[in-house]
């Protein structure tokens, strides 16, 4: 979590006021409960709730210098400043129970904070659909040209992908917001289920099915892994704007902002950075996947190997899929996009994309596919090769012409027929608002 | 994928003759409703069906050795035994209409196969959890003795995170079950979305939302991500029985068949070698995550770098992990579980898990938390270092008894009140039949 | 490893015979040298010698079926074919002796067969270095026209890449060389340091320093690392390649054989499979970088988790890695380079590229650089929109007419003097002879 | 990178202030060749050296906000601190001259420090190996009672792979000890080869081979492969001190600080937390090694999709590294090794691990192996499930004594003769200053 890469309402999430707030939340919610249950005073937690705002990180940090242990230096600064009525917090509970929980609650926060995300996409994305619904764009496989389709019905798929991303995300989101208050080894030696319910049922969260000394690791590994897949739907994106803002392509561009320079040696230059930048930050997603796993198979009820993943991973990764989805949006919303080089683009392809319409054509006569393949393509590559324009070789390929008249040929170079059924794809996309 | 660690149901999935018989399913199914919508004369399919029964991957392979492409390579093949009718088969797809829509065809049947085998693991593990559920055991945590709880709540949390697993895999096996007749760029230049959705239903297959060439890689991405996470429930599960097998430890055991042997050079050595096994094998399923998140950027309307990927990773993984499944049902099934062993290595704790319900007595009398871990533990450490047993220690400790009676300071050593809460535990795992 | 991508000299070293015959050729060995120390009786080793030729995977498969572990069941068989001479094998050593002795022995000479692939590769290359030493084309930052270099300097970079590739392939082949026989944990409990260096001596491998019950994985891992390595250098020429014969490039392209078909649907196509394919290989190979990593920490003096990984990595690395390499020869081999295109591209950047030589030399004259880039910039931008020609812009523009001459502008747009250093930077890559 | 696991002299490389100042050190080192070479009128380098001290990162950061390219807004504020002089640094340069030399230097310097903390961690291990020579442990393979060892020659294989990591990232360094000053394409337009030698030289760094726009990606990812490796030999290490430190275990502890609490529930508690923390780190260094392979296959002369990942990744990597080799020292150097507790497990294992050297003493009677094998695992059977102790029974087994005497039977049992080659063994780890 570098500040550049990082949005102010994550780098909040993960700093250590918020930390501690979250830990003291899940301390009084406990409270709370165990007051409901008679474990604890009537008027305790009342009294406690204050103390929120008198927490003090740099005095626990020192504590924490002796105890070597952050919960037992944060329960030490709480009886510091809250007096006799702290000793009654952490009652039966172990310090994962604290951490796993207040976990929980910043993860859920940032999962939400990243489902909000979705929206300026979105957004962005219809404004685009609909301006180039019909603005046609020739298609490429391979990087090679093969038929055209609409500029829209490209960015359609991205809307697709993205509104599967989040779905996803949602999902893990729910998965996340699981806590637990069940103790040393899960079994709530000290505590009961019923008191866990009513302490989490507070902070938005469900109780973890069976806790070890943790709430299990899988939750998080499935946490990040919709994070990467969300990650690689930026990728997607950014990798076609990459391609689209090529200089022999020059199809769309990233916007340029006044001031900007492109490169420190050419003036000239005006480079897409922002998508350039987005496959990294895709890269970086990506990685945390792998350690997100491994820290599943934790020894017996647990050890603590996956804390020191989880205090670079977790704020590294969240950073990083939020500023990757607010650049995205940004990159979205500046989008320029060329509907002449597009149709420039088509126009070099020189018809050849018509060969798939004139290869179903001569199979409908009756002629055998593999034959009008090979009369078709002779055609083809002699028209790629400079010999001659595409249509007038087919007008005048004999073998052609026994079975196709100028109107059948005339037909398939048709852009309005290639067309017909983008709006309907576009629809689709659109409309899943699941 | 290797005979080792390939199931047979899954082999088959993957040999070439069900590839080639997956393909011509999409080709039939295309046909017949090109039939329906008139693109195709009426008859055509009904003859060509029994094509099936006839295909020859060592012919088609024939094939491609000249036309270095392999689905034109088949339908060359289909012409040969087909004849004439066979030219209306492929009209207006591309190759990834087949081969995408035939892979879904595969991993929706490899994901059945899969989800089929959580089954008996379910089972194994309910009859352990049943006959273990009172069953003491020390939970360790950094493997260290913690406090104690039962084995069947061990078990209960491996049998709720299967269930996380297998809900995942079910998530994932809706999005890989999308097939796409699209053509080219998926535009349906030459087909339409009417002919697509009735041609997949027939394949029980859902179009895809907006497909480019292909099938959008990042449901594939999920696919592969849902099998890590199954893996990694698998991989918890194994790392425990090889702690619990240790020499050291000896409260589980996998089953010993007759005939076998543990080492070549020391007759006595009974070694988890399936849990271990299994372990690496996460290690592999683990693997292919990132290659197949590395897949959803296709250039454009796709590029081919996936399917080397995919060749290699959708027999590797779906085999990997069904056999893992297979395996832990089988470990399960004949796993030795040693109550006594249990209730030994508790009694090697000497009491001091007792530690954290005397802290709390004590605290509950009045006593600073901070206060009472000290004196608590000045006694545990003594216990621990053989200087003493915890409970006369405790007995003979001034501060502690100015507090706690000597009945206070024995209901704190109660195995019984440690595991009251075992069973509602349980049951919420027990119960989870979504 | 599938029959696809795997080389016939890999997929022999990895077949059940050669895996029998290495095991053999580990035993063998440390019967001699076990003669030699008079451990065995003279004239065993020379008498079992023979058998290697009548090993039968089969038969050792069938007794692994009852055994469950595989070097007993070789033993077994030995002892069946050899009569009691046999049971002198084996003596004082464990499995692992035999098996990472073996796999040292099969890496090593997988390694040389890769090594001996760069061979053909760099042939290719040097070839068309030289052809293309002065072959201007364009270079591209963030896919935007730059500066002009030369094709064959382009591909002296690869060649580098490949030369360092090959450097660290190397060094790993010598950490690989190195076997085992140190008995069950690696104590030479019934074995010495000097028996072992003399049979591993006659299997051309050195003696791990210290084993613990096997041969460290960091020596594999470090091996596969090299791999992936390797494999990044051919992406990044594949890569290259995809770019060069996009459509809108068309700079090089693959070679196209007859008979070829680029797609089902479009015959007009000619797409640079063998490069998207290369690019997916490495993802591959890259994939079992964290396996690998993973199976280092093993247990105490081992665990086999290890083993399942190696299974299916050791051959599918090695396949794909070594496929790759002959793929990226038969792809340089015959790579079109397309002078002209590259010409009629550098052109179509309209002088821009010259800039930076304008701006250097309006800083020589006394300009300010961020004066001069404004200056410079501004033309560039006009030209960039099709508002002109850069250079006669230039010569109409007053600021900079005050500090440049007619002649100094159109030296900034010399080819000649761009080009001027290639051939040092060409020469520093052809003569990396380490 | 965060607070807690970056030392201080990784964080001071990676702060604003080091990284300016390597850039100006770039950029002087270039003026100073320019000067050489004339192409900078003589005492311009001087003049600017002292700019270094007043390099101010605030302002760079804010004349960035404006310009969006950091080495503009690094020029910017030269020109601001330096006058008319500054005009003449960064001539016929680009920015990757600078950066990627500038992320030699601190790579370089990176690996010096981490290469110096391998002497510390060396030294602890000489005096443990020394200390444990001959101190008999029980060795376990797959977690199981195998035969005898010494620790020291458990930790002699801990130094040795210590070594080999140190011997990789050494090969590392001289591989990214590497700049460039070759303009923007590497073509050196406006430079010349002998000034970037010149330049770099005073740097103490070599000049890339052939650059692109940038230094070569893989000279970096084998730098962080190098670095993963070595985190697997921390990992490995931290893996057996947790299996020491077990409950039931009890050989080796770490060092227990006053005042540390080891639970904030369990007073008793002291857990292995470095060792696991160590196994956590390693998963982190483990994760970058595949984005620094992403990174290698830039787009023609380079696209800047590395820089993100580099800019989180290399600071993270190294700081994590080092890190952990400072926490690896301590841990060894706190490391209690309990050598009575080694003796008391060895004895729980009832001499079983005298198995192999009765095999071996039967067959070398003349025994068949397989016979031999089933004779001795019977009563090895026996004794492990309790029915009696191994050596009695082995002596009343009547097929055992036909071969074997009294005497014979005991020498099976020696200590003394198990660890014979142990001391050979420990002086080939120690005597390794390669």
Partial sequence: MIPRYTPADIAELWAPKAQYEAWFDVELAGCEAMESAGLVPRGVAARLAPLRDRLSPDRIDEIERTTHHDVIAF???????????????????????????????????????????????????????????????????????????????????????FQRAERRLRAARTEIAVGKLAGAVGSYAHLSPAIEAEALAKLGLAPETVSTQVVARDRHAALISALALTAAAVERFATNVRHGQRSEVGEVSEAFSAGQKGS???????????????????????????????????????????SSVERLMLPDVTATVAFALDRTARLLDGLVVKAEAMRRNLEAAKGLWASEALLLALVEKGCGRQEAYVWVQRNAMQAFHGEGEFKPLLLAD?????????????????LEHALQHVDAVIDRALGDHS
Avoid: Q
């Avoid at 890269?283 to 050890?303: G, S």
């Fill in 75 to 161: 329960l030490t600064h709480l009886e510091e400043i809250g007096g006799p009525d702290a000793r009654w917090l952490h009652r039966g509970m172990t310090s994962s129970d604290v951490l796993d929980s207040a976990t929980a609650l910043r993860l859920t926060r940032a999962s939400d904070r990243m489902l909000a995300r979705f929206g300026p996409i979105y957004t962005a994305l219809r404004r685009h659909i609909e301006a180039h619904r019909r603005t046609p764009c020739m298609g490429r496989s391979h990087g090679i040209f093969a038929e055209p389709l609409s500029y829209g019905m490209v960015l359609a798929g991205h809307l697709a992908e």
């Fill in 264 to 306: 420190s040696a050419m003036p000239h230059k005006r480079n897409p950075i922002l998508s350039e930048n987005l496959c990294g930050l895709a890269r970086i997603a990506r990685a945390y996947v792998t350690p997100a796993l491994e820290n599943i198979a934790l020894w017996y009820e647990r050890d603590i190997s996956h």
């Fill in 398 to 414: 004999a073998d052609i012409r026994k079975h196709l008249d100028e109107a059948a040929i005339e037909r398939a170079f048709s």
